[in-house]
């Protein structure tokens, strides 16, 4: 991968050349990724500690955040012009993550600031360079949440740990489209909502606990686009059909209900019947969950007009939520969601600040 990092920065000046320098690049990024995630999903734990593995891997993962962006960022940016004309770039150095420290990543990076090409070249790594971003921050928001909940220890650490999850996520539901995506960002989603509700077993004040649910809430309301995907998608309702049958002729006959049996060859594999059932479920149960314990804490409001608002804003929302089949195979069903979502957006920010 040095290498090949070594022959990306080159100079070159014509555009088959520069388009080789992309593939060298991509191949570059894709060397990093590899790496990463092998030692992420068959972690060596035999021949080295759990500590130098980490740094490893996100080592790794923040080099091949780099080339991601330089493809992100170059396409977005960069002013193609005649041949014999200067060529303007206005594209920012990539930079790192806040909680990457590595002088030679940071050297790499400013080395590759000078790479130049042609923009229908690069153009054809943009939304796999997107992607890859999203799974990377992805991984680092898994990797540092798997961290916090086994070996964080001190408030320090905790607080610092929790910002690393945040951060990544984030910057991973960004970064995916939602539209080829939906499951993806679903338990992008899902996963950040339990590190806020890992938080809220901390709290003591209903204060504190309230603006945590709140952040739970605007979560899901984060997954409106990838609802309206599925819901888009007519491989999604052939899927959860289908289910929906075979788990009422398994119910008929007292089989035990098994999601991996509702497999529909004709679909799509991006929408595997049992994510779509797991995500869908549980995307209910906290949505529910979150806005009864809302209403619970509302009632704990000492200002008597504040609560009196905030119980006539959540009360209906979640008796909607109600209405909601534990496991949403029908379309009536995530319309519904949108409709809660919709409801939501339109809460005035001063009852959501309490």
Same mark, same amino acid.
């Given at each position: 991968a040095e290498y090949m990092g070594l022959d990306s920065k080159t100079n070159i000046n014509d555009e088959m050349a520069s388009s080789l320098r992309d593939a060298i690049n991509w191949d570059v990024c894709t060397t990093y990724f590899n790496m990463a995630t092998a030692l992420q999903d068959h972690a060596p734990i035999?021949?080295? &500690? %759990?500590?130098?593995?980490?740094?490893?891997?996100? %080592? +790794?993962?923040s080099k091949c955040l780099i080339f991601c962006k330089i493809f992100m960022e170059v396409s977005d940016s960069r002013t193609i012009t005649n041949k014999g004309n200067k060529t303007e770039n206005s594209r920012k150095p990539a930079t790192l993550n806040k909680d990457t420290n590595n002088e030679e990543v940071n050297g790499m990076d400013s080395d590759i600031n000078s790479f130049k090409g042609n923009r229908h070249s690069i153009h054809r790594w943009l939304a796999d360079a997107r992607y890859r971003a999203a799974v990377v921050n992805h991984r680092l928001a898994s990797l540092y949440h798997s961290r916090l909940r086994s070996r964080g220890t001190g408030e320090g650490q905790c607080r610092q740990l929790r910002a690393l999850c945040e951060t990544h996520y984030k910057q991973a539901s960004e970064f995916i489209d939602a539209s =080829?995506? $939906?499951?993806?960002?679903?338990?992008?989603?899902? /996963?950040?909502?339990?590190? +806020? /509700?890992?938080?809220?077993?901390?709290?003591? &004040? $209903?204060?504190?606990?309230?603006? =945590?649910l709140i952040s739970i809430v605007d979560s899901l309301t984060q997954c409106k686009s990838a609802i309206h995907a599925l819901l888009k998608n007519q491989n999604f309702a052939d899927i959860m059909i289908n289910q929906q049958r075979r788990k009422d002729a398994d119910s008929n006959d007292n089989k035990p209900d098994k999601l991996e049996d509702s497999l529909n060859d004709n679909s799509d594999s991006s929408l595997s019947p049992t994510d779509c059932a797991f995500l869908l479920r549980l995307f209910v149960?906290?949505?529910?969950? &979150?806005?009864?314990?809302?209403?619970?804490?509302s009632n704990q409001v000492k200002s008597s007009v504040l609560k009196t608002s905030m119980l006539e804003v959540y009360k209906p929302l979640y008796r909607y939520a109600l209405k909601l089949n534990d496991l949403p195979t029908h379309?009536?069903?995530?319309? =519904?969601?949108?409709?809660?979502?919709?409801? +939501?957006?339109?809460?005035? $920010?001063?009852?959501?600040?309490?």
């Amino acid at each position: 991968a040095e290498y090949m990092g070594l022959d990306s920065k080159t100079n070159i000046n014509d555009e088959m050349a520069s388009s080789l320098r992309d593939a060298i690049n991509w191949d570059v990024c894709t060397t990093y990724f590899n790496m990463a995630t092998a030692l992420q999903d068959h972690a060596p734990i035999k021949t080295i &500690s %759990q500590e130098a593995l980490e740094e490893d891997i996100v %080592q +790794y993962f923040s080099k091949c955040l780099i080339f991601c962006k330089i493809f992100m960022e170059v396409s977005d940016s960069r002013t193609i012009t005649n041949k014999g004309n200067k060529t303007e770039n206005s594209r920012k150095p990539a930079t790192l993550n806040k909680d990457t420290n590595n002088e030679e990543v940071n050297g790499m990076d400013s080395d590759i600031n000078s790479f130049k090409g042609n923009r229908h070249s690069i153009h054809r790594w943009l939304a796999d360079a997107r992607y890859r971003a999203a799974v990377v921050n992805h991984r680092l928001a898994s990797l540092y949440h798997s961290r916090l909940r086994s070996r964080g220890t001190g408030e320090g650490q905790c607080r610092q740990l929790r910002a690393l999850c945040e951060t990544h996520y984030k910057q991973a539901s960004e970064f995916i489209d939602a539209s =080829t995506h $939906p499951l993806v960002l679903l338990r992008i989603q899902l /996963e950040s909502i339990a590190l +806020y /509700e890992h938080r809220l077993q901390t709290l003591n &004040s $209903p204060t504190a606990k309230y603006r =945590t649910l709140i952040s739970i809430v605007d979560s899901l309301t984060q997954c409106k686009s990838a609802i309206h995907a599925l819901l888009k998608n007519q491989n999604f309702a052939d899927i959860m059909i289908n289910q929906q049958r075979r788990k009422d002729a398994d119910s008929n006959d007292n089989k035990p209900d098994k999601l991996e049996d509702s497999l529909n060859d004709n679909s799509d594999s991006s929408l595997s019947p049992t994510d779509c059932a797991f995500l869908l479920r549980l995307f209910v149960s906290r949505l529910r969950e &979150s806005l009864l314990l809302i209403v619970k804490l509302s009632n704990q409001v000492k200002s008597s007009v504040l609560k009196t608002s905030m119980l006539e804003v959540y009360k209906p929302l979640y008796r909607y939520a109600l209405k909601l089949n534990d496991l949403p195979t029908h379309p009536d069903d995530l319309n =519904t969601i949108i409709n809660i979502i919709n409801d +939501y957006e339109k809460i005035s $920010p001063d009852i959501k600040i309490y």
